[in-house]
């Protein structure tokens, strides 16, 4: 069965510093997706960004980049330039059933980031 | 905004009772997920509609149940309702079954008394 880890429960990072979310992953199956969402404390879930298992380069969107390592099963996600608006939950979370046949996703418990001035 | 669409956004109501929500996907998907996120549980996968019919089921409870309709709207029916089922009910629409990222709703609370 698909599992999600985030080992961080809680992070804190300088406005402006670029912080990273580590997300790691179980999976037997060798076609897999992998997402991050964000959700602030007004409790809506946004969309960051997308990996397959067969992309051969790590996914960017703007500041938010994730760095694939496939060995090691790592999906972390990269912030670059942190902003104040950034404070929030971050979920890793990876699609469901034998290679991801099912479209629901599977989420980490979550890592709560903190963006200092 | 993402384009999916749920009512209420709150709901407050006493043990025993039943309650019905709903969501509207974003136009032109045809998938439609709901999801639970409690303090306890975390982000809980509940069930699946694929244009119409059910495609997936996880930890969801006999006690609810959901549907998707023909104009692709759907509905999550919870009865009997206990204090721990308190939550905040996520409905998500993705343009297929698997292959595309899924877009959330604003949820709805839920507040069992």
């Known amino acids: 069965a698909q599992k999600i880890t985030q080992t961080q429960p809680g992070m804190f990072v300088q406005e402006k510093e670029a912080v990273t979310l580590d997300c790691t992953y179980d999976t037997s199956d060798q076609s897999y997706g992998l997402f991050w969402y964000k959700q602030p404390s007004s409790g809506e879930m946004i969309f960051l960004i997308y990996?397959?298992?067969?992309?051969?380069q790590n996914a960017t969107e703007g500041r938010y980049s994730l760095n694939f390592q496939k060995a090691r099963k790592s999906a972390n996600l990269v912030i670059s330039a942190s902003q104040l608006g950034d404070s929030a939950m971050y979920f890793c979370a990876m699609r469901g059933g034998y290679g991801g046949s099912q479209g629901n996703l599977i989420f980490g418990k979550g890592t709560k980031l903190s963006v200092k001035p | 905004d993402s384009g999916v669409t749920q009512t209420p956004k709150h709901l407050i109501t006493a043990t025993g009772q039943r309650v019905t929500l709903r969501c509207s996907p974003r136009s032109g998907d045809l998938s439609v997920y709901w999801y639970q996120q409690s303090l306890d549980q975390g982000l809980q996968f509940l069930i699946q509609y694929y244009n119409g019919e059910e495609r997936a089921k996880g930890n969801i409870l006999e006690r609810f149940s959901a549907q998707q309709f023909p104009d692709l709207h759907s509905e999550l029916n919870l009865s009997s309702l206990e204090l721990g089922d308190s939550a905040l009910y996520f409905c998500?629409?993705?343009?297929?079954?698997?292959?595309?990222?899924?877009?959330f709703g604003q949820g709805t609370r839920l507040t069992v008394v």
């Open positions: 990996q397959g298992s067969y992309d051969e």
């Open positions: 998500a629409s993705s343009a297929d079954g698997w292959n595309t990222e899924a877009f």
